[in-house]
């Protein structure tokens, strides 16, 4: 736990995976399936894992199941790799429950998701977060995905909660790099910024940002990961060729709502993931073929064929 005075800073690594929970058949979570794609992550790229995310389809997801799923991921990994468990929903009281029986678990961290559905105000997101950053003894990244919850927090709102303890860092999927911008340079010492969209990583990294929580990573994560290094290293122009060489597939994974492309690109590549739950649903001819195209063009890092 981190305590006042202390610098927050949570080493969770430049590129997390925000990775697919998979189904079994039956559209049952397929937990050694999971632990599977866990190791493989892992093995290709990925420093750190998010899961129960959106990609992760996290609305569909029962309390028990979320639970069973970190408990199955924490001990396939062991401390190789921290766990960010998504805990948060627009219920505050539920959020804080869930975050703790996480902890107890054994999850690294807890990614706080802005409310959905209920529309809160900018005050209600800072006493939102607040509150579950003091009552879990866990860092906290926030996440900030407009496109999906509607309610935008405002950067004011993100560099206010940027002084709280065991808030340590937000994925920013705004699209808005003046909001990015405004994050990095007023939020206190030591707060990241991950990007929460693939095609804004090196964008987000040019302003100051620290790395991306990604869908790609699945995919190509040893890709992206050298990307950022040669970024990080002063090595601009490779950084860029790389960026522009990876944005076809990155477009392609959102040819439709993710996770959708995700599960069929793995599918396809050879790792089984199953369907998604409804209310999504499998992909459809006209966007399999705009993922086909960039699958047959792209170099696969994710390892396939496991079965133990």
Same mark, same amino acid.
């Given at each position: 736990?981190?305590?006042?005075?202390?610098?927050?800073?949570?080493?969770?690594?430049?590129?997390?995976?925000?990775?697919?929970?998979?189904?079994?058949?039956?559209?049952?979570?397929?937990?050694?399936?999971?632990?599977?794609?866990?190791?493989?992550?892992?093995?290709?790229?990925?420093?750190?894992?998010?899961?129960?995310?959106?990609?992760?389809?996290?609305?569909?997801?029962?309390?028990?199941?979320?639970?069973?799923?970190?408990?199955?991921?924490?001990?396939?990994?062991?401390?190789?790799?921290?766990?960010?468990?998504?805990?948060?929903?627009?219920?505050?009281?539920?959020?804080?429950?869930?975050?703790?029986?996480?902890?107890?678990?054994?999850?690294?961290?807890?990614?706080?998701?802005?409310?959905?559905?209920?529309?809160?105000?900018?005050?209600?997101?800072?006493?939102?977060?607040?509150?579950?950053?003091?009552?879990? *003894? /866990?860092?906290?990244? &926030?996440?900030? #995905?407009?496109?999906?919850?509607? !309610?935008?927090? @405002? $950067?004011?709102?993100?560099?206010?909660?940027?002084?709280?303890?065991?808030?340590?860092?937000?994925?920013?999927?705004?699209?808005?790099?003046?909001?990015?911008?405004?994050?990095?340079?007023?939020?206190?010492?030591?707060?990241?910024?991950?990007?929460?969209?693939?095609?804004?990583?090196?964008?987000?990294?040019?302003?100051?940002?620290?790395?991306?929580?990604?869908?790609?990573?699945?995919?190509?994560?040893?890709?992206?990961?050298?990307?950022?290094?040669?970024?990080?290293?002063?090595?601009?122009?490779?950084?860029?060729?790389?960026?522009?060489?990876?944005?076809?597939?990155?477009?392609?994974?959102?040819?439709?709502?993710?996770?959708? *492309? /995700?599960?069929?690109? &793995?599918?396809? #590549?050879?790792?089984?993931?199953? !369907?998604?739950? @409804? $209310?999504?649903?499998?992909?459809?001819?006209?966007?399999?073929?705009?993922?086909?195209?960039?699958?047959?063009?792209?170099?696969?890092?994710?390892?396939?064929?496991?079965?133990?």
């Amino acid at each position: 736990m981190l305590v006042a005075g202390e610098e927050k800073v949570a080493e969770f690594g430049r590129v997390l995976t925000a990775m697919v929970t998979p189904f079994d058949g039956r559209g049952e979570v397929d937990y050694p399936q999971a632990r599977r794609l866990a190791r493989a992550l892992l093995d290709s790229g990925s420093e750190g894992l998010v899961l129960a995310g959106t990609t992760g389809e996290s609305p569909t997801l029962t309390h028990d199941e979320k639970l069973r799923l970190f408990q199955e991921v924490r001990e396939e990994v062991g401390g190789r790799a921290p766990i960010i468990a998504g805990t948060c929903n627009y219920s505050t009281r539920e959020s804080i429950e869930l975050s703790r029986e996480a902890a107890r678990i054994g999850v690294d961290g807890i990614l706080g998701t802005v409310p959905y559905y209920n529309k809160p105000p900018q005050e209600g997101l800072y006493h939102h977060f607040k509150a579950i950053a003091e009552a879990v *003894p /866990l860092p906290m990244i &926030l996440y900030n #995905v407009p496109s999906r919850t509607v !309610t935008n927090m @405002l $950067p004011d709102t993100t560099v206010r909660l940027s002084q709280v303890d065991n808030i340590v860092g937000i994925k920013e999927a705004s699209g808005n790099f003046e909001a990015v911008a405004k994050i990095i340079e007023q939020s206190r010492p030591g707060f990241r910024v991950w990007s929460g969209d693939d095609s804004a990583t090196l964008p987000i990294l040019a302003l100051g940002g620290y790395g991306i929580v990604s869908v790609a990573s699945h995919l190509v994560g040893r890709q992206i990961q050298r990307m950022i290094q040669a970024f990080v290293a002063g090595r601009v122009d490779e950084a860029a060729a790389l960026h522009r060489a990876l944005l076809p597939l990155f477009n392609a994974l959102f040819v439709t709502t993710n996770p959708i *492309p /995700l599960k069929y690109a &793995l599918n396809q #590549v050879g790792f089984t993931v199953g !369907t998604p739950r @409804l $209310p999504l649903v499998p992909c459809d001819a006209k966007s399999a073929a705009v993922i086909d195209a960039e699958l047959a063009r792209a170099t696969i890092d994710l390892p396939v064929g496991i079965t133990a």
